[in-house]
């Protein structure tokens, strides 16, 4: 039995054939908590220091986690996934496609004029007309000031 955050046997069997095999020299530790360990960080939002000591140490998951990552192996994980996905008929690519029809950069990766926009913004605010009700009340805000 696994915890809540962490694969089930099934989902196990799918990955564990996708992940890298030594080489040479010493096997590596089990694959299996790591996943745990990414997955458990991935739905709980907590840092590496927090992860639970039942994964193991934390900078052991991490330098495993980057050393994954600088390779690609993420990457070929989706890839494998999906071409297994796609044979079995399990992608209905008229539902699953994603074009730039449907997806909207933020201007700065469009390369838009930086600087220091903190300053525009604030003096922009000053001269604008207020837009919460606080302001046409006279408070501050939700807390009264001391």
Avoid: Q
Avoid at 70 to 87: E, N, P
Avoid at 139 to 144: K, S, T, V, Y
């Amino acid at each position: 039995m696994h915890g809540r955050h962490e694969l089930p046997d099934h989902e196990w069997a799918r990955l564990e054939p996708l992940l890298p095999k030594p080489r040479t020299g010493r096997p590596p530790k089990d694959h299996r908590p790591v996943l745990d360990a990414l997955l458990w960080l991935a739905k709980t939002g907590a840092p590496w220091r927090d992860l639970p000591e039942r994964f193991g140490p934390w900078r052991g998951i991490a330098t495993r986690f980057y050393r994954w990552t600088r390779a690609g192996l993420w990457d070929r994980i989706l890839s494998a996934l999906r071409r297994i996905a796609d044979a079995r008929g399990g992608i209905d690519w008229d539902v699953h496609m994603v074009d730039a029809t449907s997806v909207r950069a933020h201007r700065h990766a469009a390369g838009a004029k930086g600087g220091n926009t903190f300053r525009r913004w604030g003096a922009r605010a000053g001269a604008s007309a207020a837009s919460c009700t606080c302001a046409a009340s006279g408070a501050a805000g939700p807390w009264p000031s001391h």
